[in-house]
C-alpha cells in the first residue's frame, strides 16, 4: 500500500478519491470535458550534436552500460512498452541490470505489464522498484490489489500515458524501447525481425519527452532504418540483446473467433445494431479490438456489408487477420491501427500503405488538438461490470481484484456510437449491477450495451432509440436485463470486503481522478 | 535597418558581430561544437479536445476568418513554409490577410522567401510586416541589404531553423501550412494534388511547435489523409483556397544538367575525386543538390558506379529524375529526401517506399540527439565565394548584396567529406578570394575544393591528401588557383563599399552569430 499520506475527496461522479498521489496533488475528475488544462508541454532538456557520435554509431554493448551511461540514479523513472505483450524480454532485463547496478526506489512506467512480468515482484519486494504507473495485468496486478507496493498504482488510458508524460505529469528519466530492427543511430521499427510487433506507437511519448532513451534490439541493421517509426534523433544509445522478446507470445498467431453460443449471439446482435440504425453506411468508421466477440462482430457485418455492398473509409484495431480481410477485398480503404495482433496486421503493416501506423498520440490524446477516437462511427469494447447508468468498469473484478488495464477503452469512449458487447454474467456472476465496483467510464458516454439477452440504449441517445424503432432487434431496458440476470444468478453479486486504503488510482483520460482502487485483504 | 540598438563584438571566428537582435541577447559564434546549449526546449500550450470539434471538422471558410479565430495581434510571429518555391500563392495572401484585418508589426518566419513574395515589400514599407527572419532569396534580400527592414534580417540553415524553434530562439505565434493535400482535421501532405511538392518537411516545426497553427489547401479530401507528414492532431484549423501554387514554378519540370564545358569538367573532377579518393565504395552515401553542377556530377558518378558495379545505401537530395533513376535502377537502397525539385521526385517519393521523406528534425537539427547530415561520406556544395582558409560563402555575392539563402547547405558541412563544386570566377570576379565577404561555414568544415583549374584539398585532411596521391587527378594548392584566376580576371575582386549598419546576422547552426550583413548603400 502507498506509503505516501493522501487525503480524499468527493468527485463529480460521487467517487472517494485521493487529492494526493506519490506525493505529487492530483485533481478529483470534474465530469466528462470539464478539466481545462492550463499551462504548457514537458520540454526535454535540449541536447547537442557535439555530445554524440559523428558516424551515427551509438551501441554500447549491454544494458547495464547503457543504463549507468544514461545517468541512473535512486528514485527515477524509467519506462518500457508492452509491444510484446506476455512475449516481452525486456523490462525483466532492465531491473534486472538496476538491481546488479544498485539503485533503489525506481518508478517503473510500463505502457503495460503482463505475467511474464511476476518476476519484477522480487524488484518490489527488494526495494529496487518502489512502485508500477501502468497498466498490470495478473499477478502484479494482484500484488497490488493486496496492498504489497509502496507507492499507489496509477492507471492511465493509453491516450492518457501519451498525455502525462506530454503534459509534464509524469517526467520520464530513462526510456527503454525494445525494437525489433533499428539502426545503431536508433531509428526503430516493429515491422521485421524476429520479433516483429507492427509498430511502435506506445513508445512515441517515451522517445519524445525522457530525457534519456535506450533502444534495445535483437536486429541491428545498418542505418537507415526505414520507416523510423521511432526517430533516432531522440535515442541516446542502442544495445543489442540477443532475444527481446519470444514471438509465440508477441504474436498469438491463434486470435480466434468465440465459438460461445451466447457470445457468437452478442457479436451477431452488435453487428445488426450496427447495421440497423444506420451506422453501416458508404464511408462509415468502426474500431474492434481482439477479443472472441469483437472478432465475430467483425465477420458478422463484413457478411452485412458485403451484403449491401458497403464500404468503409477506415476501420481501427488493434489489427488482426480479420480486418486484414477487410481491406484485401476493398470493404475498407484504411486500416488506422494502434497495435497488431498476428501475423497478417504484421504483414499488412508492413506491406501495405493503406494500413497505416497510429499511435496514442494521433488516436487518443485528450489533451492534443482533437484526436481520431471521437471521429469514429462506432465501437465495439468489452467491459468487467456495468451499471444501470450505463458507468462501466474495465479494471477490477465483483471481488475488487485489479487485473486488468485500461488499454484504449477510455479514449474509445469518445465515438459517436461506443457499444458495451459484454455477456450478461460471468461465472454465474451479474455483470449488470447496481454500481461498479470501479469507475472508469462516465455512463454519459457508453451508448449501447449488447447481452445475449438484449440490447439496452442509453435513454440520452434518443436518436439512436429513433433509429431502431421499426427493426425487431431485442431493444430492452438495462434495468430489465438486469432484473431476469438476477434472476438467474440467484441474486446481485456479493460486495467485495475492502480495506480502507487506496492501492492505486484511475485517471480519467484528462489526468483527473475518476476512481481509485481499494485493498483487498 | 535595425530599428533597435544593438552593440558589436569579434567572434571566434574574428567576426563583428551584434550581440543583440532584434532586441533580443544573441550568442557570438565560439567555434565549432564549442557552444553548450543549456535548458529544455520550447513548450507550446497543452491543448484539450474539449476545445476541438468532436467529428474531426476544422475547416473554417477563409484564411482572414482563420487568422482572427487564432488570436492574430500585433507584433507576432507568422510563419510559412518554402516548399512551393517560387510557385507559392499562399503567404502574399497572409499578409494581404493581415493587412484587412489591420494587425501592425509581424515577423515573418518564412522556412524561405522567393522573388514571388517581393509583394511582402508593400507590407514592411506600410508597417503590417516588421521585418523578415529567413532567406531572402532575391528582391527581398535586396530590400533588406539596402537597410530599408525596420528589424534585422536573421538567417538560419534549415536545421538551424528547427533549432531556433525547438530551443524557444523563436517563438511562432501563428503557422500556416500550405498543404497540396489534406483532410478537415489537419491532416497533410504534399504528395498529391494539383499543387503536389513531394513533402512538407520544413514546416514539421511550425506544426509541433507554434501556438496556433493553420493549414490551407487546394485539395481537401475525407479523413483520413494518408500518410499524414503534418499530424492533424497540431492543427487548429483549415483552409480551403482554390489555389496554393502555381506548379509549373512548384517544381521546375526542367531542372537540367549544366551544358557549360567549364561546369561540365568541374561535375567530372568531382565525381572523379570521389572515386579515386575511395569514398565510392560499397555501402556508401552521398549528398547531391539540384544546381546543374550537381546533376552533372550525379551522372558522371553514376557511370562510375556502373563501371566498377558500386552500389549506395543511401543518397541524400533535394531529389531529382537523377537521384530517382540511381533508386529505380537499384544503384541506391534509399533515397533520404527533404525536399522534392521535380516531378520525378514527387511521384517516386508517392510511390515508392524506399525514397523516403526526411526533415530538418531527421537531417540537420544541430540540437537534436546527432542527426543524418554527418553520416553521409560525402557531399557535394556550392558556393559564392571560398577563401585561402577554406571559409566559405554562400549567401552574399562580392559586392555585399544578400542575395540568396543558407538552406541545408551548413548542415551538410558535417559530412565526412564536403566538397564545394565551384567555378574558380563567375562574371570575371574570382570566386576564390583573400576572405570571403560574409562567412557562412568555417573553413575546417570544407574539406575539398573542385575547380575546373584544378582541386584544392584543405591540408587539414591529410587522409584524403593521400588517398589520392597516387592518382592523376589535378590537386593544386588552392592559394596556386586563386593567383591564376586573379591574372585571367586581373586582379582580386573590388572591396564592396558597405555601410556600418548591420542589416542581417548570419546564424550558425548552433544559434550563435558566425557573421553579419552590412548595408549596401
Request: charged share 20%.
Given at each position: 500500500?502507498?506509503?505516501?499520506g ?44 557535439a ?45 534486472d ?51 504489497k507496493?509502496?507507492?499507489?498504482g496509477?492507471?492511465?488510458?493509453h ?5 502525462a ?52 534490439t ?9 520507416p ?46 450496427i ?64 497495435q ?158 475492502l ?21 483487498v485483504?
Open positions: 500500500m502507498s506509503d505516501e493522501y487525503k480524499l475527496e468527493t468527485n463529480a461522479a460521487g467517487r472517494i478519491v485521493p487529492t494526493t498521489i506519490n506525493g505529487k496533488p492530483a485533481v478529483p475528475f470534474q465530469g466528462v470535458g470539464k478539466y481545462r488544462p492550463a499551462g504548457r508541454k514537458a520540454a526535454p532538456p535540449v541536447a547537442t550534436c555530445d554524440y557520435p559523428g558516424d551515427g554509431n551509438k551501441v554500447l554493448t549491454n544494458l547495464k552500460t547503457a543504463l549507468i551511461k544514461a545517468g541512473i540514479e535512486d528514485g527515477m523513472t524509467i519506462s518500457t512498452h508492452h509491444h510484446f505483450r506476455n512475449g516481452d524480454l525486456v523490462a525483466n532485463r532492465v531491473f541490470a538496476c538491481a546488479e547496478i544498485g539503485v533503489k526506489d525506481l518508478m517503473w512506467f510500463p505502457s503495460a505489464s503482463f505475467p511474464c512480468h511476476e518476476p519484477i515482484i522480487r524488484h518490489l519486494d527488494s526495494g529496487v522498484v518502489h512502485h508500477i504507473e501502468g497498466s498490470m495485468n495478473g499477478p502484479l496486478g494482484e500484488y497490488c490489489s493486496r496492498g507496493m509502496r507507492g499507489m496509477v492507471l492511465r488510458s491516450g492518457g500515458r501519451y498525455r508524460v506530454q503534459d509534464g505529469e509524469v517526467h520520464i528519466d530513462i526510456a527503454v524501447i525494445a525494437a525489433p530492427t533499428a539502426d545503431p543511430f536508433g531509428n526503430a521499427n516493429g515491422l521485421t525481425g524476429p520479433s516483429a510487433c507492427g509498430l511502435l506507437g506506445f513508445a512515441l511519448a517515451d522517445s519524445q519527452f525522457a530525457d534519456r532513451v535506450i533502444v534495445v535483437d536486429n541491428l541493421i545498418d542505418f537507415p532504418c526505414v523510423w517509426q521511432i526517430h533516432g534523433n531522440y535515442v541516446d544509445f542502442v544495445v543489442k540483446m540477443d532475444r527481446i522478446g519470444d514471438p509465440t507470445k508477441i504474436v498469438s498467431g491463434t486470435t480466434e473467433i468465440t465459438r460461445s453460443p451466447d457470445r457468437l449471439l452478442i457479436a451477431e446482435l452488435t453487428a445488426r445494431f447495421k440497423e440504425a444506420g451506422i453501416m453506411k458508404g464511408g462509415f468508421s468502426f474500431q474492434a479490438g481482439a477479443g472472441g466477440i469483437s472478432l465475430a462482430f467483425v465477420t458478422f457485418l463484413e457478411k452485412y456489408m458485403k451484403e449491401t455492398g458497403t464500404k468503409a473509409r477506415f476501420v481501427r484495431g488493434g489489427s488482426t487477420k480479420y480486418l486484414v480481410k477487410l481491406l484485401e477485398e476493398g470493404l475498407t480503404e484504411y486500416i488506422l491501427d494502434g497488431t495482433f498476428d501475423l497478417d496486421g504484421i504483414r499488412s503493416m508492413r506491406e501495405n500503405p493503406k494500413h497505416v501506423n497510429t499511435s496514442p498520440f494521433t488516436s487518443y490524446n485528450y489533451h492534443g488538438k482533437g484526436n481520431f477516437a471521437s471521429m469514429v462511427d462506432a465501437v465495439v469494447l468489452g467491459a468487467t461490470e456495468v451499471d444501470v447508468n450505463f458507468n462501466a468498469n474495465v479494471v477490477t473484478h465483483s471481488d475488487g481484484l485489479l487485473l486488468h488495464g485500461i488499454g484504449g477503452w477510455q479514449n474509445c469512449l469518445f465515438s459517436k456510437c461506443t457499444i458495451l458487447s459484454i455477456p450478461s454474467f460471468r461465472d454465474r456472476i451479474p455483470v449488470i449491477v447496481d454500481e461498479v465496483t470501479t469507475l472508469c467510464g462516465p455512463g454519459e458516454l457508453v451508448d449501447v450495451v449488447v447481452t445475449e439477452r438484449g440490447i439496452a440504449i442509453n435513454p440520452r441517445r434518443e436518436d439512436l432509440i429513433d433509429a431502431v424503432s421499426g427493426s425487431d432487434l431485442p431493444i430492452r431496458p438495462i434495468e430489465e436485463i438486469k432484473a431476469e440476470v438476477e434472476k438467474i444468478c440467484g441474486g446481485k453479486p456479493a460486495k467485495p470486503k480495506g480502507d486504503e487506496v492501492v492505486a488510482a484511475i485517471k480519467w483520460v484528462d489526468g483527473t481522478v475518476i476512481d481509485c482502487v481499494r485493498r485483504p
